[in-house]
């Protein structure tokens, strides 16, 4: 039974196996450059047909390529000047963003958008994969780094205005 065994950590397993892979592929790399053949291909002969026959169709010359007619005159003429205006034609499907569609670009800068995978968001979050910290502890960081920041921010500000204040 499997109630005493440690688990098995899926990410230092398949590691392993790469690094397997990539060191096999190291030492082809190396016996291919020390001159070294690799094994010969087996040989494969054709299979022999009953009392000695030969087949009876010998192997037809390739045909000639079949090409289309090009009309030459209408690659040699320029194409028509495309009408040039400042904004887009609103029958193309083209519009200038209104302002939810600012608000939409600004939150994908952000990064507010949800997320393609909750799955591995989730098990960000509760700290199951080994080797990272959870969501949690860096969301902790940043927000006591933001609070420190604004608070020496803040301490510069009232210096500097405190220094105005006197040299009046």
Same mark, same amino acid.
């Given at each position: ?35 070294? $053949? /690799? #094994? =010969? *291909? ?11 026959? @030969? !087949?009876?169709?010998? $192997? /037809? #010359? =390739? *045909? ?11 690659? @040699? !003429?320029?194409a028509p000047a495309a009408p040039t ?14 302002l939810s569609g600012s608000l939409l ?64």
């Amino acid at each position: 039974m499997g109630w005493f065994r440690k688990k098995q950590d899926p990410l230092s397993e398949r590691a392993r196996a790469l690094e397997a892979e990539i060191a096999s592929l190291q030492e082809q790399i190396k016996q291919a450059e020390s001159g070294v $053949a /690799a #094994p =010969p *291909a087996p040989r494969l002969r054709a299979p022999a047909l009953p009392g000695g026959a @030969k !087949t009876g169709t010998p $192997a /037809a #010359p =390739p *045909a000639e390529p079949v090409f289309e007619t090009v009309d030459q005159h209408r690659l @040699k !003429t320029p194409a028509p000047a495309a009408p040039t205006s400042a904004l887009p034609h609103p029958d193309l499907g083209l519009r200038q963003p209104g302002l939810s569609g600012s608000l939409l670009r600004l939150k994908r800068h952000f990064g507010l958008t949800p997320s393609s995978n909750p799955k591995l968001v989730k098990l960000l979050d509760s700290g199951q994969i080994q080797g990272l910290r959870p969501l949690r502890y860096e969301k902790r960081v940043a927000r006591n780094r933001f609070i420190l920041l604004t608070l020496l921010l803040l301490a510069v500000l009232f210096g500097l205005f405190t220094a105005i204040l006197r040299s009046r």
